[in-house]
């Protein structure tokens, strides 16, 4: 539109909604960004969560909780000097003709050689003194063997009848497959992750002829004659004063044609250091009400709302939340917010507190005074930095520091 000395009038409305496109453009170009450098840092940075303090670029935590001691005096020096061996060292583990490495549990095969000065006609002229003896590594294909058990029948002469000895019990009534069998395959299965279809595969290629239906069968029973053992674990776990909950996905059962249905498994873990796992097709509350019933203690989560339903109106349940969940928010805004790496600097604090109490082996009431005396002032330093960082007028909703700070303010309470 051109007004009277030919100048372009801009449409008000037009320019409006061309400031709010660029500026949802540039959050989103922002937004990709982030994620960009969240999964750069996934593949090429360092996985471990504990994080070092000797950056002089990084927040001094002393001054944060208020330490005004004086810095330390520099330790004197001195030039040490060594020398060492050139070449590289054979390790304590090498497999050599000497020096191979195995214990008792190993089979010894012994092949024993002989020499051709005793097989000769001046065989008389010598005499063995000694043996040398030699190893190697060797290999025999996954054995599979049948017992065979003979058994005597017997005919009494003086009744004129026949009598035989029973055949030893099997733990599957009438089954062909012996325990040592029906362990290899639970044990293959869930411990080496060998699906039957390759066990079955296996057997085949031993000259064993049995159907996947079969293995499958003995696979059912043998896990039904485990479950007292699991029952009993179960409810020992829960008897545990702190209980660790997390869920994750599986997919189990058929969606649709090539699809499958999306359950999941519940691993619960005790005190004892004993593990169960549970399984739903939903990941609704529901199942951690069922399972965990009237469980006392403390619960570890993470930030899911079902661990939050259930503590809820349980005053005998104290909810725990894991602060690794908490931590990987701000990993997100790392890059993106300089802040953010003085929160992984505190958090980093935490780790060394723990990792304290594990190297002085503390228990029970000393490594709860340690944790009062040494986390206690970094968590609560910890979230008056938290409070301060959200009173900053540069954060937006959107931001990834803003989402991490308002997830740590959400579970605090838990959190502490």
């Known amino acids: 539109m051109k007004g009277a000395a030919g100048s372009t009038a801009i449409d008000p409305q037009a320019h409006a909604k061309v400031c709010s496109d660029n500026e949802q453009l ?15 840092r996934q593949l090429f940075g360092r996985k471990s969560e504990k994080r070092l303090l000797d950056n002089p670029d990084q927040l001094d935590l002393g001054k944060l909780l208020g330490d005004s001691q004086p810095p330390a005096e520099a330790a004197s020096t001195e030039k040490i000097t060594y020398t060492r061996r050139k070449g590289k060292q054979r390790s304590d583990d090498c497999v050599s003709d000497s020096g191979l490495r195995f214990d008792e549990r190993v089979p010894i095969e012994s092949i024993e050689l002989s020499a051709p000065q005793l097989q000769g006609p001046d065989a008389a002229q010598y005499d063995i003194i000694d043996y040398k003896v030699t190893r190697r590594l060797a290999q025999r294909p996954g054995s599979y063997v049948v017992l065979e058990y003979r058994r005597p029948v017997i005919r009494d002469k003086r009744l004129s ?32 992750h060998l699906p039957l279809y390759r066990q079955h595969q296996r057997l085949a290629d031993a000259g064993i002829t049995l159907s996947r239906s079969t293995l499958t069968r003995y696979v059912q029973q043998a896990i039904g004659l485990l479950q007292p053992i699991y029952d009993a ?31 999941w498994y519940w ?67 790392h890059g993106s917010d300089p802040a953010a790496d003085e929160a992984l600097t505190i958090i980093g604090e935490l780790y060394r507190v723990e990792q304290a109490i594990r190297d002085r082996e503390l228990a029970q009431q000393a490594k709860l005074d340690y944790r009062s005396q040494q986390a206690l002032p970094i968590v609560d330093a910890f979230f008056a930095w938290c409070h301060r960082q959200r009173q900053r007028a ?4 959107n931001d990834p520091l803003a989402k991490a700070l308002v997830y740590a303010a959400n579970h605090q309470s838990q959190l502490k």
């Open 267 to 333: 691993p619960v873990y005790g005190e004892d250091d004993e593990i169960c796992f549970t399984w739903s097709t939903s990941r609704g509350s529901e199942h951690v009400k069922r399972q965990l019933g009237d469980f006392s203690g403390t619960l570890l989560s993470d930030g899911y709302a079902a661990y939050n339903a259930y503590a809820k109106g349980r005053p005998q349940v104290t909810q725990a939340q894991c602060w690794a969940h908490l931590r990987r928010y701000f990993e997100r805004a």
């Open 233 to 263: 674990q179960w409810q020992h776990i829960l008897q545990s004063r702190v209980l660790a909950m997390d869920e994750t996905p599986i997919k189990a059962g058929r969606a649709g044609k090539g699809k499958l249905k999306t359950t």
């Open 394 to 397: 540069d954060l937006v909703n």
């Open 26 to 40: 540039r959050q989103e170009r922002d937004a990709l960004k982030q994620q960009l450098d969240w999964f750069k």
């Open 161 to 192: 009848t026949l009598m035989e000895v029973p055949a030893p019990s099997s733990v599957l009534e009438g089954s062909l497959a012996d325990v040592s069998f029906l362990a290899g395959l639970l044990v293959d299965k869930f411990l080496y």
